[in-house]
């Protein structure tokens, strides 16, 4: 079975450092990994996503996520954090295989809540 | 335009009433999704239709009906619901593709009383 761990439920930077926030999966293949964001009571928003093809993947408001299949890991990156960075993150996996018994079936992880402080 | 709305984004409500929450796409994205998401949690899937037809029930209780009335819009029938049902409902849409990008709404809060 599919599973998704982020390290660190809260995380907080400074104003302008780096961001990383960690998630590892676990599946006998690998799936599809997506981070999404979740501003305060707002929807999910798609930062990125890997489906197959350059290991290294930008997304939208400067993030990037790395898909490393010997760590089984997709960690996201941003080189300088800004106030309006803060929100909830998460990294979700998806199925590989087609069909309706797994359409839609998004596997969450806990969510990590960065902090950005002035 | 990827856009999911939905309406009301605010519902208060008695365990003896009944309300819906409503969704609508215009993507011509052919699956569409119901998550439920508690407070500093991640969304937890309730229901899939794909092509219009109920797909997966994630063992959801029966005071939670779902309709799908074309491929654009998507509702969800509440009756009878407990206070703990309280949350924030995610109505989502995507292709019916392995990878393909999942859309999120605004989302619904529901606060049962």
């Known amino acids: 079975a599919q599973s998704v761990t982020q390290l660190g439920s809260h995380v907080s930077v400074s104003e302008g450092a780096l961001v990383l926030l960690r998630c590892n999966y676990s599946s006998s293949v690998p799936p599809y990994l997506f981070w999404y964001v979740q501003y305060p009571n707002q929807g999910l928003q798609l930062l990125l996503k890997y489906t197959t093809g350059a290991t290294l993947v930008k997304g939208i408001n400067g993030f990037e996520a790395e898909f490393k299949k010997s760590e089984t890991s997709f960690h996201l990156t941003k080189p300088s954090a800004h106030m309006s960075d803060a929100a909830e993150y998460f990294c979700?996996?998806?199925?590989?295989?087609?069909?309706?018994?797994?359409?839609?079936?998004?596997?969450f992880g806990q969510g990590t809540t960065l902090q950005v402080k002035p | 335009d990827t856009e999911v709305t939905q309406t009301p984004k605010h519902l208060v409500m008695g365990m003896t009433n009944k309300k819906s929450l409503k969704c609508e796409q215009h993507m011509g994205h052919r699956a569409m999704y119901w998550y439920k998401q508690k407070a500093k949690k991640p969304p937890e899937l309730m229901f899939v239709y794909s092509y219009e037809k109920l797909s997966i029930n994630e063992s959801v209780p029966s005071r939670f009906s779902p309709e799908c009335p074309n491929s654009s819009l998507l509702n969800l029938h509440l009756h009878a619901l407990q206070p703990e049902d309280s949350a924030l409902y995610l109505c989502?849409?995507?292709?019916?593709?392995?990878?393909?990008?999942?859309?999120f709404g605004e989302g619904s809060w529901l606060t049962v009383v």
């Open positions: 989502a849409s995507s292709q019916e593709v392995p990878g393909n990008t999942i859309y």
């Open positions: 979700a996996v998806s199925p590989l295989a087609y069909g309706s018994s797994n359409t839609g079936k998004l596997i």
